[in-house]
């Protein structure tokens, strides 16, 4: 996020990404109605997604999921690790609500409908812009189906929320798990956007509440 915008809030670039160019206009008219956001690129694919993510370097990429040739999860694994500072929203039909673990192993920050009102959306850009992790809350049925909770979670996340909950670090996590604190902090992240949990003491305290973890 750069300068300060005209309402008082900090500057988000964004690159919208969608293979519909009347989507990618609905898109960038109701952004413009945000003095905080502005556009500064748009693509009709993955590939071209990550070339402009490269030279453009926006704050949030809004990236469609399904389109001809690089998909949009290929996309955002690909960005993730090119433009390190960047952040995907990944911008979904309600139909791909069972491409969501999919999408937020692929290192997207988020998860946003396409049908979301203006309000939602802004505050998705606003959460995944900050570093936080964010999924539309018509999605999270999505993530409660089968027995609760802790099936949302993989065996890993839930090995690292127990040490969480032990008081460990991020570093303490890492040396004890021989991985990377980058690594950790991705699952944090998941660990959060999944839970709903606004900081770590909050995963851990909906966890516990939750018996996902002792």
Known sequence: MSDTANDGKPEITCLIVDD????????????????????IGEASDGASAVALAERRKPDVVIMDVRMPGMDGLEATKLLTEKVPGCAVLIFTAYSERSLLSRGLDSGAKGYILKEAPHATLLRAIEKVAGGEGYVDPALMPAFL??????????????????????????????AKLFISQETVKSHVRHILAKLEADTRTHAVAIALRDAIID
């Not at 990618?24 to 956001?37: K, N, Q, W, Y």
């Not at 065996?155 to 991020?170: C, F, H, P, V, Y």
């Open 145 to 174: 189906t089968g027995k609760g909770k802790d099936d949302m979670l993989t065996t890993r996340e839930r090995e690292i929320l127990q040490l969480l909950a032990d008081g460990m670090s991020n570093a303490d996590v890492a």
């Open 20 to 39: 519909h160019e009347v989507v990618r206009e609905g898109l960038r008219l109701s952004l413009s109605r945000a003095p905080h956001i502005r556009v």
